[in-house]
């Protein structure tokens, strides 16, 4: 975990005024729905589709869609969250889209200016590349990674590694393409540190095939939910900073917004903010403290950190037409100190909606190291790597913008919580622990919670988001029909 981004302040660290003003002042409402991502909007959407319609979203941001953001610049339009959909018909998501004709064709393979270089501009031998796409989609098939449910999912690519490079795997281009690997798998899975994700988790992780795109950025999901939800129910800059959820007189919860400023009384609350914020704030945002038993689960699990880079240009200079994917290999590690987060950037592709883009990842303690740098810092080290591993002069952008998911307040992290070797030894095996609804001390079901980090098998994933949302939303017309 980053200490560095727990340590920074927070818009909710200042919360003026006593329980009994927020208490007497309070607006009534049946259903809160803290955050607006897809969770929340899902969550909104299944209950006005089942009549029931006293309810509010509150969402901290001025906008909603949480970590679904397409940004749009000029002819330029580029996702700083979620880009893909990750496989088809299993993929409720995908059944949306594509009611929506929304789906974008496929770029063919073969349209791909591929290249490998090391950051140096030598020339790399692609076949390794195939080996190690084996190797991961290895642990995708049954019980592979079963002899590490106790280990890191990191471990197993540290064991079988040597076998699928062969010769030469421990010389320089050896160690060059294992970084590779490590820094691929910390990207696929937005981790810190591979060997702390619990192999058994990501085990539990299921894979619905190929990856899609939204023809025209993935905001047309979020108009769609919005589209079913009255405008007066979503609150938007509304930050609820503290929730008492275990009151003396009666089941309902009291929430605290704006610094204080403003107060909900609720009798339900469908919480879906992201397990970044939950594990930072959750001392101060609960009133009592949550259960052990839930704090518990919280430390046994992790947001990742993937930030995205994206720099675009008028015209390709990488000599072709062609989208390019430049896998850049680090043979040698000598930058100076401030530049050496770009070690973690090991792939530079153009993006689907544009040829001229490029995009970059990078993840873990790299991303937070490049989330503190000045943008136009970040902009000219990008250059200079592009420039060094093509040979190519660079010229000037005429499109730049890196994520922050790390800083934002409201996530602090971007996808993938996994469950740590800590997490998996104390007992979290399962994110339906993470679902289990909070009771007040007289038994009542008052807190439910959604959100990606909630779904069993497709955590990380717009899609598992949707599913919590209509899950915990369905589970709360339970409640309220036996309360009834
Ligand atoms: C860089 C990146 C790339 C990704 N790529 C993909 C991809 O290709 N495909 C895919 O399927 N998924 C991808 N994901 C993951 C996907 O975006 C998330 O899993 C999903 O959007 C999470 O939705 P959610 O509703 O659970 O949480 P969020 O989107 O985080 O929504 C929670 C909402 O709660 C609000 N909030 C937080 N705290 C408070 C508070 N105290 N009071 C009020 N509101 C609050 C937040 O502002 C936010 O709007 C990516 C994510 C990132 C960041």
């Known amino acids: ?5 727990l340590a920074a302040a927070h818009p909710c660290d200042i919360v003026k005024g006593s329980y009994e003003t927020w208490k007497s002042s309070a607006e009534e409402v049946g259903v809160v729905i803290v955050g607006g991502g897809v969770a929340g909007l899902t969550a909104a959407k299944t209950l006005i589709e089942n009549d029931y319609t006293n309810l ?38 995908f059944k949306i889209a594509k009611s929506l004709k929304a789906v974008a064709r496929n770029r063919p393979n073969s349209s791909w200016d591929w290249r490998v270089r090391t950051n140096q501009g030598d020339p790399g031998n692609a076949g390794k590349f195939n080996r190690l796409e084996n190797l991961i989609e290895k642990t995708e098939k049954n019980g592979i990674l079963r002899p590490y ?5 990191g471990q197993f690519f540290v064991d079988r590694y040597p076998r699928a490079y062969g010769n030469g795997w421990n010389n320089t281009l050896g160690r060059a393409w294992f970084h590779f690997l490590e820094k691929l798998v910390n990207s696929d899975e937005g981790s810190y540190d591979w ?21 025209n950025g993935y905001d047309t999901l979020i108009d769609y939910l919005e589209d079913s939800i ?100 680090w043979s040698e590690f000598k930058l100076p100190k401030d530049m050496e987060w770009l070690y973690g950037v090991v792939e530079a592709f153009s993006i689907h909606q544009q040829t001229n883009v490029l995009q970059m990842f990078v993840t873990g303690s790299d991303a937070t190291q490049m989330e503190e740098l000045p943008q136009e810092t970040v902009k000219q080290h990008v250059r200079q790597l592009l420039s060094e591993a093509t040979g190519l002069q660079v010229p000037e952008p005429s499109f730049f913008r ?4 790390g800083l ?20 979290l095996r399962r994110r339906k622990q993470l679902a289990v609804p909070l009771k007040n001390s007289k038994g009542s079901k008052v807190l439910l919670w959604a959100g990606e980090h909630t779904h069993n098998t497709r955590y990380s994933t717009v899609d ?12 709360l017309l339970r409640i309220m029909k036996r309360k009834m």
């Open 1 to 5: 975990m980053n200490d560095g981004i």
């Open 56 to 93: 509010l979203i509150l969402e901290a941001d001025n906008r909603i869609g949480g970590r679904v953001r397409t940004i749009r610049e000029g002819s330029v339009l580029v996702e700083e969250g979620a880009e893909w959909i990750h496989g088809g018909s299993r993929n409720p998501l």
């Open 149 to 153: 449910y106790d280990d890191s999912y």
């Open 195 to 215: 060997l702390d994700i619990s192999a058994r988790d990501a085990d539990k992780y299921v894979d619905y095939g190929t990856d899609r795109n939204w023809k």
């Open 230 to 329: 009255p405008n007066n129910v979503i609150r938007k800059s509304t930050p609820v900073c503290k929730i008492f959820w275990d009151s003396l007189e009666n089941d309902k919860v009291l929430l605290v917004t704006n610094g204080g400023n403003y107060s909900y009384m609720a009798n339900f609350v469908i919480f879906t903010a992201s397990v970044g914020h939950l594990k930072e704030r959750h001392n101060q945002l609960f009133q009592p403290s949550l259960p052990s038993s839930v704090i518990k689960n919280l430390n046994g699990i992790e947001l990742g950190l993937a930030d995205k880079i994206q720099i675009g240009w008028s015209e390709p200079w990488w000599g072709t037409q062609n989208p390019l994917d430049l896998l850049i290999l």
């Open 402 to 405: 890196r994520s922050q998911w």
């Open 408 to 427: 934002n307040p409201w996530t602090r992290g971007s996808f993938s919580s996994y469950i740590t070797l800590a997490g998996n030894e104390g007992g």
């Open 464 to 475: 598992g988001a949707l599913s919590s949302g209509k899950r915990e939303a369905k589970k």
